[in-house]
């Protein structure tokens, strides 16, 4: 046991695989674990590296591995699998991963603390709430067309909509259909104060976070945005330039490039699907008031709105406000708006 000096941990919901090697990289154990036999089990050995896939409970269990004197590295499951020698086990896997964590070119994920964890569950929980409010509101505006109630879209005619039925003095719809149609207004009165609930939450939050705060600053990235980007960007140094964060949210072209020739596809769409949507949300935003003319906008993105497609240019954009939000975090700095000449 005390030759270990790296293991393979291959993590699971409750069967665990150990792969362990010594310094001269043999195989010393190769065993599965119950998941209460986890902590046990590495609190005899002596301190040595764990590789680990990052998943949803990679973070946990580094954090109680790190608390016991291991050091903890976390990979992306893409970056491992190339390493996985012919069949797919979890025996394989964890070789795999006691391979992949030694080499020198692998990329690491750093590990999250809990209230990082914390804040990004509150953004999941908004992100699915706001899904089944859009589900309730499709619902009811389907089934009062079917007796002929047609609103607008937008906030005004769901409540219009919601005043509908709740209102027993008219006839528009019947009786047995407005006690189905009440629970539905139901469900969306309560997604709405739940919504409301976590956005004052993730507010609070957003203040107390100095860094937060200060991603605030560029145009397009409110509290909702600027609070993700914190709590998922653990330490932004680990990117060596802020087109390297853009990439790793999924705002570059696809490559497929070869023989010297440069092929730039369409936008990969890797990465972080939930960042990228609030960044090309935010840059929306931002070019609509700068085509109105309501808002002050940098010059880059009045003069790319002038040449380029819209959504073209709100990619661009986002683009653009991944690489300030790195060099915002990385230089402890505040946005200075240039003003268009």
């Known amino acids: 046991m005390r030759e270990i000096t790296t293991i393979g ?50 973070h946990y269990w580094a954090r109680s591995l790190v608390a016991l004197g291991h050091e903890v590295k976390l990979m ?23 391979e992949a964590v030694t080499r020198p070119t692998m990329r690491f994920v ?17 992100e699915l709430l706001i899904r089944q409010r859009t589900m309730l509101i499709n619902a009811l505006r389907a089934h009062l067309s079917e007796f002929g109630i047609v609103m607008r879209q937008g906030i005004a005619g769901v409540s219009t909509l919601i005043t509908l039925v709740e209102d027993d003095e008219h006839d528009l719809i019947p009786e047995i259909a407005r006690d189905a149609l009440l629970a539905l207004v139901a469900q969306l009165r309560d ?26 600053t560029i145009p397009g990235i409110g509290p909702i945005t600027a609070s993700a ?4 960007i653990t330490d932004p140094s680990l990117f060596s330039s802020g087109r390297q964060l853009a990439a790793w949210i999924g705002l570059v072209p696809r490559q497929n490039s070869s023989g010297g020739k440069q092929r730039l596809g369409r936008i990969s769409k890797k ?27 940098t010059t880059w993105a009045t003069g790319l709105l002038a040449r380029k497609p ?3 240019a709100a990619v661009a954009l986002a683009n653009k406000m991944a690489r300030i939000v790195w ?3 990385t230089r402890n700095e505040e946005f200075r708006l240039q003003p268009a000449s």
């Open 110 to 126: 750093p590990v999250k603390g809990k209230e990082q964890q914390g804040v990004l569950m509150l953004h999941r929980t908004r």
């Open 327 to 329: 060099a915002l975090l």
């Open 229 to 232: 980007l914190v709590a998922t």
């Open 271 to 297: 990465g972080d699907p939930y960042l990228r949507r609030l960044l090309v949300i935010g840059a929306h935003a931002v070019l609509r008031f700068a085509r109105r003319g309501k808002a002050q906008t």
């Open 9 to 58: 941990l291959d993590i699971a919901k409750h069967v665990f695989q150990v792969h362990g090697i010594n310094g001269a990289g043999s195989v010393v154990i190769r065993r599965k674990l119950r998941r209460s036999e986890v902590l046990g089990f590495f609190e005899k050995l002596e301190p040595c590296l764990v590789g680990m896939e990052a998943c949803a409970t990679a």
């Open 310 to 312: 819209y959504k073209l």
């Open 76 to 98: 992306p499951p893409t970056y491992v699998k190339p390493y996985v020698k012919r069949q797919k086990n979890d025996a394989a896997d964890a070789a795999a991963i006691c």
């Open 191 to 216: 997604a709405y104060e739940r919504i409301s609930a976590i956005d004052h939450r993730i507010l609070a939050w957003h203040r107390a976070n100095e860094a937060s705060r200060r991603l605030e």
